[in-house]
């Protein structure tokens, strides 16, 4: 019946020494501590002295100066967010900011069609790519148009949509979007490729088209085999459909909750919203006092069953998948499985910082963690 339980507690050794290798000392610990006492953290790895003596040794001074917890780092954010703000990764060799992945719309090139509908068009390219996804951990990505997550696409209901995929990478790729479309587009190989589609090979192009429908906060990946690798390596993207009546206007984000296996166990050692891990601890995200925020939340994490959204100090509208115009609840904390995703509408009443991060603790602490700073 199934397969053998992993034990949590050695899972988590192993997560936590290969961090403490990497990227802990300077980032992933002082969250750690700030989440859980101290001795219980180091009880918390697997009870036993010395893993935390190992923590200890390789997180050198940080572990002395989070014990401080008081005060506030030189960039003002409270101590306990960490770490050394000047350490980063290189946004510039990643070719994308995680910062301006929230904001970035692909709305294709638009033209009318006889009869007034409106034909959209994508350029999509998979390309491999190395990717930093937290300070010094370089990860070898597989990506669509150079950036994890992929382009986000944007569309409005009853459109025409044709994404032109040119598979520019060493292995074969598809891209498979959640919507409603015919089986010949549907990404999934074996099925179509009498027809050009199904798997798209190295250095071939395939059209997808379909009509926009739902509306609603949705997803694209690969779909080719093995999936969680395809997907984990970095193959999704947001595919945001707007309802044809519009929305209230709102200051809109994408949040793609991802994840990355960097020693290849089938377990993630960094946890991230747009890919970099405490990338929105380092840079809050500025937000306006009193305007309506709205966030497409899409979890594309791999190897994890679920993932979750929790802000401090606000509650929010949740619209599952977007496809209602009306919130199904008031709640501060949403859980999403995988490929699952929401749209969340919230206003900050008073200025400040507000911490937002996975609910899951041991994502957290692995750099899923952020905070809004309403001005
Ligand atoms: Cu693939």
């Known amino acids: 019946m199934g397969k053998p339980k992993q034990d949590p507690e050695r899972r988590g050794v192993s997560r936590r020494k290969l961090l403490a290798g990497g990227f802990a000392a300077t980032a992933a610990l002082p969250v750690l501590h700030e989440l859980i006492p101290h001795r219980g953290l180091h009880h918390a790895l697997d009870g036993s002295e010395p893993a935390a003596a190992a923590m200890s040794e390789h997180a050198g001074m940080q572990m002395g100066a989070v014990s401080e917890h008081a005060g506030h780092s030189s960039n003002g954010l409270p101590l306990h967010a960490g770490f050394d703000p000047a350490t980063d990764v290189d946004h510039e060799a990643n070719g994308f900011n995680p910062t301006e992945i929230l904001r970035d719309f692909d709305w294709g090139e638009t033209r009318r069609l006889p009869g007034g509908r409106t034909l959209r068009e994508f350029t999509i390219v998979a ?12 990860y070898a990505a597989w990506t669509y148009n150079g950036r994890v997550p992929g ?8 459109d025409r949509v044709r994404i032109r995929f040119t598979n520019g990478s060493t292995h074969p790729h598809t891209m498979h979007f959640h919507g409603i479309h015919s089986a010949f587009m549907d990404g999934m190989p074996g099925i179509g490729e009498a027809k050009g589609g199904g798997q ?20 694209y990946h690969c779909h080719v085999s093995p999936l969680a690798a395809h997907i984990a390596k970095g193959l999704y993207g947001g595919f945001i459909i ?8 709102a200051d809109e984000m994408v949040m793609v909750m991802n994840g990355f296996d960097t020693n290849f ?31 497409h939340l899409i979890n594309a994490l791999e190897y994890d069953p679920v993932n979750s959204f929790h802000v401090h100090g ?13 919130p199904s609840e008031l709640t501060d904390i949403v859980i ?5 995703r929401g749209m969340l509408e919230m206003r900050f009443g008073r200025p400040g910082l507000y911490m937002f991060h996975a609910h899951v603790t041991e994502f957290t602490e692995l750099g899923w963690t952020g905070f809004f700073e309403v001005s």
Request: aromatic residues 12%; charged residues 25%; proline residues 8%.
């Open 265 to 295: 166990d089938a377990l993630n050692e960094v946890y991230a919203v747009n890919t970099v891990g405490f990338h929105f601890q380092r840079h809050p995200i500025q937000v306006k006092r009193d305007e309506l925020l709205r966030i």
């Open 200 to 219: 798209v090979d190295p250095g071939e192009s395939f059209d997808y088209e379909f009509d926009a429908e739902p509306f609603g906060t949705h997803l």
């Open 336 to 340: 999403q499985g995988q490929g699952q």
């Open 314 to 326: 606000n509650f929010f509208d949740y619209y599952p998948t977007g496809t209602s115009l009306q």
């Open 151 to 158: 382009p986000t696409l944007r569309c409005v209901e009853g």
């Open 127 to 138: 390309q491999d790519r190395e990717i930093e996804v937290a300070p010094g951990v370089k």
């Open 242 to 249: 707007d309802p044809k009546q519009g929305r209230e206007p």
